[in-house]
């Protein structure tokens, strides 16, 4: 009995796995098609395939249904810490952070979300709180850890890594993400990576390793 027992709790953990994959994508979707007041927990059950119960299984709420929602938006981007590894230099990690990074706020999925906050604050303040929690203070935690671990090593001076993280997501959204916000014609391509780049040299710069005489 206790075999089968164990073994019906290994199978059925991943279908488990699965289904809140399913909530949280079609949650995705739907918020950002529809709008957070637009969407109800039986729209997402329907669009995920499971029951209402279930989704209240997996997520106790429908706002907090919405930061987790953001929370997997930036995990799937890359943006989370298992997607760096600390032991990797600079000149390496940054740029490719970077790019990943702007692909991301320019996305057409994180500026509807960006707008819903925006508009919902004095309706549901709270979405905001969950958006600032899960959207731009996970990413700029990841990064601050990473660059932490860079002064550690005597790679980078970074002594306030907090502070260097927002300086360099901030100077990277730039003009880019200005433009596709307003509904303006993007940069091209070149023009956005050349920016980028430019960013990237800039940092790298300024919180170089101080050199040894």
């Known amino acids: 009995m206790s075999s089968v027992s164990t073994q019906h709790r290994s199978r059925g953990r991943p279908r488990s796995e699965k ?18 007041d637009g969407v109800s927990v039986d729209d997402i059950a329907q669009a995920a395939a499971v029951s209402k119960q279930t989704v ?3 997520f106790d709420s429908k706002e907090n249904l919405f930061g987790l ?5 930036c995990r799937s981007s890359g943006m989370d810490a298992e997607a760096i590894d600390k032991n990797e230099p600079p000149e390496t990690v940054i740029p490719a952070l970077a790019r990943r990074f702007v692909d991301l706020v320019t996305s057409p999925e994180a ?13 549901h303040p709270r979405l905001a709180e969950l958006f600032y929690r899960h959207g731009p203070m996970a990413t700029v935690a990841v990064l601050e850890g990473y ?7 005597g790679r980078l001076q970074v002594p306030e890594p907090h502070a260097a993280a927002w300086q360099l997501l ?14 303006l014609e993007p940069l091209s391509p070149a023009a956005e990576q050349a920016y980028i ?12 390793p101080v050199a040894r005489g």
Do not use: P, W
């Open 19 to 36: 289904k809140r994959e399913n909530i949280l994508a079609a949650a995705t979707r739907l918020f950002t098609d529809r709008g957070y």
């Open 56 to 58: 209240y299984t997996h």
């Open 69 to 73: 929602a953001v929370a997997e938006k």
């Open 111 to 123: 500026l509807r979300v960006y707008a819903i906050c925006t508009n919902s604050a004095d309706s």
């Open 147 to 153: 660059l932490a671990a860079q002064h550690r090593l």
């Open 170 to 183: 901030c100077m990277l959204k730039g003009e880019a993400h200005l433009r596709r916000q307003f509904g």
């Open 197 to 208: 780049d430019r960013c990237v040299d800039v940092f790298l710069r300024a919180y170089g």
